[in-house]
């Protein structure tokens, strides 16, 4: 109210205000009415606006006390202290984005189609962002070099390994509904049975109309499973190599268990017991109540089956985090808030999210897609550079994690040259299997530079590979950038229990890898 109402701030100021609000001692709230009182009224007005603050939740406060005393034990009440919180976290993140956006970013990133739709030329320091259909991100910060000397380019990805609904899933056996699933991404089937799952996804209609699905985060929402055979009965089971105890058509998750004539009363129920199926039909009610979703539409559905619940601290220490998708959001994510920090770069710098490296990269938004020549060739055609001059003057760092040493499985690890956990961000030459195949091998050259570069913004960093010869392998978008002629190195937080559901990091790398990011975004 104070900008947007009565004026009494500029936006400008009230990022001021929070700032100022946040380091001085005392509730933000009375530190920030003292800030605005004294802008608009000298010293009698920091004391008015600040009595007036504090006086009116002295007496709520000692009215509320009271009656909290005497109806404390009330069902009424009870309630309302359990959903308070909710409601409160709610209108604090809305607030805060209204804030944030424009305060903290008052010169955002700009939707490139946009302007050159406009035909207006880009100048250095503008912010320039393109999506690739809503799955990959293109970031860019225009440098006050020429696009030929290159760029500064950081590439991850934000896919994950998972389960994908196929595209008729749904079905009924012995009374009980199951979705249909395909693995996406190399993953041990085995892991993912007796998990709590969610959904997430987008549902397309035939009129376009897109559904958001997000069913399992929410404590008060239901979540989903596979489910596993009984150790009593797993005498054949169990004789079974580690890549046949569960099999992919066996990862189909239980979503209701209750027919629909026991959902139902009145003039429909005879209706409905003619119908098969019965527990399928049930759930396919629901999905039309709160959904407006026919079978039909899962078709045109992408609903990703995920592990559900949030990442937590992890250890007595509380030195690490376990949660699902370190690989490769836990990259992804400090390349976007270095891209987000950045100011008036000498050398043009962008950041690029991607999908599909999971599966090989492939697909229009895999980093594999032309997308990327698009994009580029957009920036470099505005300055009347040739593409290929700016590829072969670039510097990419391929932001993907690695396999940390695991004392549980040192056999298949090499102690001296694999990554561990706090050891700070971790370099790899190159990845691929056997003999190098499928790597970029960065030269030495390009390992030196970066090395110098850490050393002088004082990152911890270590050089890794991917366990023992033979013994396995891996790849990463790096391969396709050094392809397009860019020197390229990956580099990253060193991960244990890569790929499973849930995965654990070190917090100093995950530091160390955004110190790193920011240090070569700000390289020459």
Known sequence: QAIERYGWLSQADFSDLVTIAEMTPGPIAVNAATFVGNLTAGIPGAVCATVGVILPSCIFVTVLAWLYMKYRNMKLMQGILKYLRPAVVAMIFTAGLKILLPAV??????DLSKLIAAKKSLK?????????RGKGLAMFVIGKEPMENGMNILGAHIDSPRMDLKQNPLYEDTEMALLDTHYYGGIKKYQWVTLPLALHGVIVKTDGTKITVNIGE????????????????SATQMEKKGNKIVEGEALDILVGSIPLDKAVSGKDKKEEKEKKDL???NVLAILKKKYKMEEEDFLSAEIEVVPAGAARNYGFDESMIMGYGHDDRVCAYPSFMAMLEVKAPKRTLACLLVDKEEIGSVGVTGMQSDAFEWFIGDLCKGQGV????CFANSFCVSADVTAAFDPNFAEEYEVRNDSKINHGVAFCKYTGHGGKSGASDASAEVVGKLRRIMN???????????GKNDHGGGGTVALYMANRNIDTIDAGVPVLSMHAPYETVAKLDCYMTYKCMKAVFESE
């Open 279 to 281: 527990v399928k039909q």
């Open 218 to 233: 929410d404590p008060e929402d239901p979540v989903f499973g596979v489910s596993d055979l009984l150790i009593h009965l």
């Open 105 to 110: 970013f008052p010169n955002g990133f700009k």
């Open 386 to 389: 040739d593409i290929r001059d």
């Open 124 to 132: 250095a320091g503008d912010k320039v962002y393109l999506s690739n």
């Open 456 to 466: 002088d913004n004082g990152v911890i960093w270590q050089m890794t590979q991917m």
